[in-house]
Nanobody, 124 residues
Framework: QVQLVESGGGLVQAGGSLRLSCAASGRTFSSGAMGWFRQAPGKEREFVASIGWSGRSTSYADSVKGRFTISRDNAANTMYLQLNSLKPEDTAVYYC?????????????????WGQGTQVTVSS
């Protein structure tokens, strides 16, 4: 079992930045891939970014590529998402997720463990 807790969300103006954190506990953190997803009001959950167990492999949704950066610190059992050049359409609840497999995945159904989410609101 893996427990995930997100933090770092908040209210920011368009063009601003935030850094989200996902603290993991429970089973070995470094053995699997992890990802970030988001869900805006009235919309389906969507993939944002994923990172492999070593941190060397990453994948991003086209909508955030070049603006967001995913990273992880296995020694600290923490994953991060740096959000730069934020836009109002980035407003959503952001969730971190973990899976025991090594490969990065973009589908939420491929992940076994989820956090409770952290709200990101971008004002225009």
């Amino acid at each position: 079992q893996v427990q995930l807790v997100e933090s770092g969300g908040g209210l920011v103006q368009a063009g601003g930045s935030l850094r989200l954190s996902c603290a993991a506990s429970g089973r070995t953190f470094s053995s699997g891939a992890m990802g970030w997803f988001r869900q805006a009001p009235g919309k389906e959950r969507e993939f944002v970014a994923s990172i492999g167990w070593s941190g060397r492999s990453t994948s991003y949704a086209d909508s955030v590529k070049g603006r967001f950066t995913i990273s992880r610190d296995n020694a600290a059992n923490t994953m991060y998402l740096q959000l730069n050049s934020l836009k109002p359409e980035d407003t959503a609840v952001y969730y971190c997720a973990a899976r025991p497999g090594l490969g990065i995945r973009t589908q939420g159904t491929e992940y076994d463990y989820w956090g409770q989410g952290t709200q990101v609101t971008v004002s225009s």
